[in-house]
């Protein structure tokens, strides 16, 4: 991908507690959050939601079925319903052993009709017993030649719940229908099939696949909702947001920070933080020369904007406990 450049538009020090935004009204908003985070999370993010989609149940290696919803997973959920929020089962292929989505995984369940109709059946007997609302489907670094299986696997778990369950599905974002493709999609069979489409409008850049640059900047996002939008129904489609920032270091590997966390190592340093408005982003260089960008609840009230203005479902924002709270 290639960089953008670093237009300086605004400098200023690091904000330190700006006004805090209100439920955008007309629009969905989902809070994907791990299994393991408290209870008082959903609370404090309550007002600001919609639906609490937790990572709770993953493909196994051998693709053959799924683990068991976690104690925390059902908390989660008993705490989103609590506060009147819808919650949803996410499944996965991230592998805690890769560090990273499991690829080969994901290809052994979606290339065997018999496992797809298994893992959909025991996904709806999950859903049963823990009075979920729906299932989030995400499967990552996906083959092309298993888009088909994908949209099986879709179609079979809508097929295996009641009518007034939900399945959704979160897709990589692309500025371009090959890419999509390419990434294991067919947008217009999970449009066909999915009851939204959560579109992960981040990580454009990341330390260990690009240089220096937004984690989702507003240029890009547009494209991808305007890509996307050319199969989709705009009222099908969240538009994803971050809520965490990325650091690289002038040597080593760059991880992810929280939004807090950002804001510490600014302070920390003393150096002075640049809102990006045409990328709707903060960025900085740390004392040491790490460079640093982060989407906070600036970031977020720019992509209400931005979702509204496309007639979006929502927005979908990854993940609580990282971003700024919502309102």
Do not use: C
Not at 87 to 108: C, I, K, Q, T
Not at 128 to 150: Q, T, Y
Not at 185 to 196: I, M, R, S
């Amino acid at each position: 991908m290639r960089l953008l450049a670093l237009v300086p538009v605004l400098a200023l020090l690091v904000p330190t507690a700006p006004a805090v935004a209100r439920e955008p009204q007309g629009l969905a908003v989902t809070g994907w959050a791990l299994d393991g985070a408290p209870s008082a999370l959903v609370a404090r993010n309550a007002s600001g939601l919609s639906t609490v989609s937790v990572a709770g149940v993953s493909v196994t290696a051998a693709g053959t079925g799924v683990t068991r919803p976690t104690d925390g997973a059902r908390r989660l959920a008993r705490a989103a319903h609590h506060h009147g929020l819808s919650a949803e089962l996410l499944v996965g292929n991230y592998s805690n052993r890769l560090g990273d989505f499991d690829p080969r995984a994901a290809h052994r369940l979606l290339s065997r009709p018999a496992r797809i109709a298994a893992v959909a059946q025991r996904l709806a007997s999950y859903v049963a017993a823990g009075g979920w609302d729906g299932v989030n489907v995400d499967l990552e670094r996906v083959r092309a030649g298993d888009a088909d299986g994908l949209v099986a696997l879709v179609r079979a778990t809508q097929d295996a719940m009641p009518d007034d369950r939900t399945v959704t599905i979160d897709v990589s974002a692309s500025t371009s229908l090959d890419g999509y493709r390419a990434g294991g999609y067919d947008l217009a069979g999970l449009a066909a099939v999915a009851d939204v489409i959560k579109l992960m409008t981040y990580d454009q850049h990341g330390p260990g696949w690009s240089g220096p640059g937004p984690v989702g900047g507003l240029p890009w996002q547009r494209r991808a909702v305007a890509t996307i939008l050319r199969v989709v129904p705009a009222g099908q489609v969240d538009l994803g947001v971050a809520g965490y920032g990325y650091t690289w270091p002038r040597r080593g590997v760059g991880h992810t920070v929280t939004v807090a966390r950002a804001r510490h190592l600014v302070a920390r340093d003393h150096v002075r933080a640049r809102w990006r408005a045409d990328q709707g982003e903060w960025t900085t260089r740390l004392d040491d020369g790490t460079r640093l960008w982060w989407s906070d609840r600036r970031s977020y009230r720019q992509r209400v904007a931005l979702a509204r203005a496309r007639g979006l479902h929502g927005l979908a924002v990854w993940r609580l406990g990282s971003a700024d709270t919502l309102r």
